[in-house]
């Protein structure tokens, strides 16, 4: 070894290289020179080291003899190191669980190098760095949230389902604008083409058309030209499309659909006003109510002021917040999904029926996510040797290994159970009750206004002095009983009575069943059809057709 490289290693021996740029442009042989000095020093020493009890992922056990005993992930790999480097550590109980939320905390009790080590997965955020340092990241945690699971899904009800609302939107924009285009467009061609002598349908029969149309409804009207015709085309052609979409993605949505939640990303918890809770000085309440940084100011605007923070155990937030008070528990993926498996478990060994035993479902997508580590005391000693440790378990899997060795492989609690039968409910077939509800109460108010408009027409009427005409007053035979339009050849004015009464059209009976009085009518089968048959009164034979449409057409007279 040459005369500068011992001199490097002697700086080195001297914790002068604590720096992990400084460390790093060490050769590696000084390096390993020095991790092993190290090593050697760390067998004489015994570090005081903190917690905070965080479910699964780091705590302590506090025996009645005063021995406090770490547990969780964190205490499995500081025992990792533990058994490597031959090291004793003493366990400092925090005054508050919590880790930058208060004064007493324990990044407090870092930065006063009350203790060399706090063992947990601490969140790494730079505007701490100044006054402790990290280990290399153990992982990302990610805080998901945890909710009861909805009854129904938020996809929409029943028949709403199959479109988005713009398109619903679009289709009745298209509802109120057809009728009156097709009415424009057949004015204007009357107007430009009289020789067509094209009829020209009234606006409230269009609108009806096209109303009706959606319906699978048909028509009275019978377009003449072809332009109106191709308008009448287009729109059934139309309703078809769009029917047949319609009825295919209903019976998927009844049949296949897939479950989803009320909210689909973190900024809808607030928008929604949704409350939530976490657990007290966890690395989410300090990000968003102590830290005041940009993006975690952001954070805490997306979620919202909902916000609650307990020290509630895990057992009574779901039973009090989550179930009765139907709060959003918001925390670290694998202890959710812990407090999830335990309560699965739980009600497993109840005999609760298997669809009422995933009450909870977690969302697919994280509310934020922070990169996590040990966290030292400044300048502490022996960094270099425990970062170098650390990253070696990070590299192997280890950690991650841990922090689900007691969860099972498959999902807890999907969000889609996987049945495969599905009888319809009444959330289902809520929108047909509102229609149909809704329809009695708009038909019931019409029917009000209907009277109140002949009740005011009725006594406007007894009240006006105007007299009916004498023959409206003093009616003959057949002149009320019939329809003026059809037995009248012309009306004229009301002053005057028609000028000519038109026999009206005997009745299906008496054409089919003339009496049996008149010996001159016969019945007879001509070339397999049957005809009445009588002597006019020129006396050649005419015959009426029986029980075809063409019947009504003859009229008939003694």
């Not at 047909?432 to 005011?456: D, W």
């Not at 009445?532 to 063409?550: E, F, N």
Request: glycine share 4%; charged share 20%; proline share 5%.
């Amino acid at each position: 070894m040459g005369l500068i490289e011992i001199a490097l290693a002697a700086l080195c021996l001297n914790a002068t290289c604590t720096d992990d740029a400084d460390y790093y442009d060490v050769p590696l042989n000084l390096r390993k020179t020095y991790l092993l000095q190290l090593a050697t020093e760390l067998r004489e020493e015994n570090l005081r080291i903190t917690t905070i009890k965080n479910d699964r992922l780091s705590g302590f056990i506090d025996y009645r003899n005063g021995t406090i005993v770490g547990t969780g992930v964190a205490f499995d790999l500081l025992n990792i190191l533990q058994r490597k480097f031959h090291f004793n550590y003493t366990i400092v109980k925090p005054q508050y669980n919590e880790w930058a939320s208060n004064k007493k905390g324990i990044l407090q009790m870092l930065k006063q190098k009350k203790v060399n080590i706090s063992a947990g997965f601490h969140p790494v955020l730079t505007e701490y760095s100044t006054e402790i340092s990290y280990s290399p990241s153990l992982d990302t945690g990610e805080w998901v949230v945890l909710m009861k699971r909805p009854e129904a899904s938020a996809t929409g009800s029943g028949l709403l389902a199959p479109f988005t609302l713009p398109v619903w939107l679009l289709i009745l924009l298209s509802l109120v604008v057809v009728g009156p285009v097709i009415h424009l467009i057949i004015y204007l061609q009357s107007k430009l083409c009289k020789e067509d002598e094209n009829k020209v349908f009234a606006l409230g029969s269009c609108i009806w058309f096209v109303y009706g149309a959606l319906l699978k409804q048909g028509t009275t009207l019978n377009p003449m030209t072809d332009s109106s015709r191709l308008l009448f085309s287009t729109w059934w052609i139309f309703i078809t499309i769009l029917t047949a979409f319609y009825t295919a993605n209903l019976t998927a949505f009844l049949t296949l659909s897939k479950f989803t939640l009320p909210i689909t990303e973190p900024k809808d918890i607030g928008a929604k006003k949704s409350k939530w809770l976490t657990t007290k000085g966890n690395a989410l309440e300090d990000t968003i109510t102590y830290n005041n940084t940009d993006i975690l100011t952001d954070l805490g605007r997306l979620l919202g002021k909902a916000q609650h923070f307990t020290s509630a155990s895990n057992k009574d937030i779901l039973n009090i917040y989550v179930d009765k008070k139907d709060m959003m528990f918001i925390r670290e993926k694998p202890i959710v999904e812990y407090i999830m498996y335990d309560d699965y478990k739980e009600k497993t060994k109840k005999e609760i029926e298997e669809p009422k035993r995933c009450t909870y479902v977690i969302t697919s997508w994280s509310v934020a996510s922070f990169s996590r580590a040990f966290a030292y005391s400044k300048d502490f000693k022996y960094k270099p040797l425990f970062d170098s440790a650390i990253q070696y378990l990070v590299e192997s899997g280890i950690i991650k290994f841990k922090l689900r060795e007691e969860l099972p492989d498959t999902e807890i609690c999907p969000l889609n159970l996987g049945n495969k039968e599905r009888q319809l409910r009444n959330s289902d077939l809520l929108m047909t009750y509102e229609i149909v509800g809704g329809g009695f109460v708009i038909s019931a108010l019409i029917f009000i206004i209907e009277l109140l408009i002949r009740y005011y027409q009725n006594k406007k009427l007894k009240t006006s002095k105007a007299t009916p005409p004498a023959f409206l007053q003093h009616p003959q035979k057949h002149t009320l009983q019939v329809n003026f339009n059809n037995n009248y050849e012309k009306l004229g004015h009301f002053a005057q009575p028609p000028s000519k009464f038109i026999t009206p059209p005997p009745s299906y009976y008496t054409l089919f069943n003339p009496s049996s009085k008149n010996e001159n009518i016969k019945k007879k089968s001509i070339n397999g059809r049957e005809y009445w048959v009588y002597d006019s009164v020129g006396g050649r034979p005419k015959m009426i057709p029986m029980r075809t449409p063409s019947a009504l057409l003859f009229q008939y007279t003694n």
